[in-house]
């Protein structure tokens, strides 16, 4: 770990150095990763319209990004269990500093800025102790890494920051991993999945668990409304029969509330849900489903049903000008605020799962 004289040299120095913004490159309102026609990966900046501003080269598949909050820089993380993440300066596409998980640990392809872009805080595994870890680095000075703290629980996926706060939170979705193992979720009966709120020194300020009944209902994926309202897509990993709940909502202090939708269409996601996302003025929220090929769309404060979107392959979900955007494993952008899409862009490629807004307060 860096000591705190060599974290306070470093803030010292960044100040020094100018960064582009991100009107300097063109002001794009998503970052997304996505695998090309020739088989390269490439993070790609977007605007709120659909169009490509930016086309960066990745080492390898991309799962989701961090954006900064200010300067247009922004880290690329390896799908899990990947052991790298690349810091790319989003104006000259260089990489400004390599990510590389610690003996004994891999990522989980997600991260979170401070509300100040100094620190980096990424989700972790450390897989000898199958337990879960928060890193924190250092963004001004090259990302080293200057502290770490459990995440209460196993598997954490995906860590966001409350909006306009130093809180933060993670998503354990309660399944064990290793690097040998690939992709294959391990020790699925032990599995019990919480969310958990920190402070950015890693005190724990709450610990909310599902119900024993929904303990394969795996926590993943978070999008968070500026009230503090936290909406958390879940993945099923139990038995077949009556389909699991794939969409919590939760403020803290308060109970989880659990959202299904209608008949038989709950059963058509596949107990699988991608990605979620409010949409810009928070009134609906939204989860995605690859397998199922659909969005599905709640209102978010009733949790009245309003409705779905076909379309195939969709996983990357977003807040949008017309609700919501949406992007696909075809090279679609879409625009939609309930069962119609409102409009759309081909793109050459297939785009990853998720799509990240950018905004000044992220």
């Known amino acids: 770990m860096a000591t705190r004289r060599g974290f306070l040299a470093g803030l010292a120095a960044a100040a020094l150095v100018p960064r582009p913004t991100w009107a300097d490159v063109g002001s794009p309102d998503f970052l997304a990763a996505a695998k090309m026609p020739e088989g390269d990966y490439a993070l790609v900046g977007l605007t709120r319209d659909g ?30 269990p990947g052991t790298f993440a690349v810091v790319i300066d989003c104006q000259s596409g260089e990489v400004r500093a390599r990510l590389d998980a610690a003996e004994g640990r891999h990522f989980y392809g997600h991260g979170a800025y401070s509300r100040d872009g100094r620190l980096l805080f990424t989700t972790e595994n450390d897989y000898g102790a199958n337990r879960g870890m928060v890193g924190v680095r250092d963004a001004t000075a090259g990302y080293v890494q200057i502290d770490e703290f459990p995440t209460m629980g196993v598997g954490p996926h995906e860590i966001a920051r409350m909006p306009g706060t130093d809180i933060l939170v993670v998503g354990n979705g309660g399944i064990a991993s290793h690097p040998d193992a690939g992709d294959v979720d391990l020790d699925i009966p032990a599995m019990k999945p919480n969310l958990a709120y920190f402070s950015e020194a890693g005190s724990v300020l709450e610990v909310v668990e599902l119900e024993p009944g929904l303990r394969r209902d795996s926590i993943r994926h978070l999008a968070l409304r500026e009230d503090g309202l936290v909406a958390f897509a879940m993945q099923w990993h139990g ?57 599905q769309v709640w209102n978010a404060d009733s949790g009245e049903w309003i409705g779905r979107l076909r379309l195939r392959d969709v996983c990357g979900l977003s807040a949008g000008p017309d609700g919501f955007t949406a992007t696909t494993g075809t090279g679609l952008v879409v625009g939609f605020g309930g069962e119609a899409v409102l409009w759309d862009v081909a793109h050459q490629g297939a785009f990853d799962n998720h799509l990240v807004r950018l905004a000044a307060d992220l």
Do not use: N
């Open 51 to 80: 169009r490509e501003v930016f086309r960066l080269p990745l080492p390898d598949r991309g799962h989701a990004a961090a954006a900064h909050p200010s300067r247009a820089e922004a880290v690329a993380f390896a799908r899990r």
């Open 239 to 295: 038995d077949e029969g009556e389909p699991a709940p794939l969409l919590g909502l939760h403020r803290r202090g308060e109970d989880v509330r659990l959202l299904s939708a209608p008949g038989p269409m709950q059963a058509e996601m596949d107990g699988y849900a991608g990605s979620v996302a409010f949409s810009r003025d928070g009134s609906r929220v939204a989860i995605s489903s690859p397998p199922g090929g659909q969005a």
